[in-house]
């Protein structure tokens, strides 16, 4: 009763559902600031300010700040390492899952 995922492709499942159910996404354009305002938020970037009537915020290790006073949160980071190997033995649909 054990798994693995593969992060990268969870993340971009995520982003294509979002974009495929109407989200503007910017990725490139890091968000300054954000405020909830009548029915939905604003949020200020270095390129201007967005009105929205729902925000997701994804800011990974930022999550706690950004959310301070909204959500109490402890994020902690979880460092991933990954090597090259040519060993099938170490492929992901063959190696046990600890």
Not at 4 to 18: F, G, K, N, P, S
Not at 60 to 78: I, K, N
């Amino acid at each position: 009763s054990a798994g693995i995922l593969a992060v990268e492709r969870c993340v971009q499942a995520h982003i294509d559902d979002a974009i495929a159910h109407g989200a503007d996404l910017r990725a490139n354009e890091p968000a300054i600031a954000w405020e909830a305002v009548g029915d939905g938020v604003e949020v200020t970037t270095a390129k201007g300010m967005y009105h929205a009537g729902r925000l997701v915020v994804t800011a990974g290790a930022w999550t706690t700040d950004w959310l301070a006073g909204v959500a109490p949160l402890t994020v902690m980071r979880q460092v991933q390492w990954w090597f090259p190997t040519a060993n099938a033995n170490w492929d992901p649909t063959r190696f046990p899952v600890f």
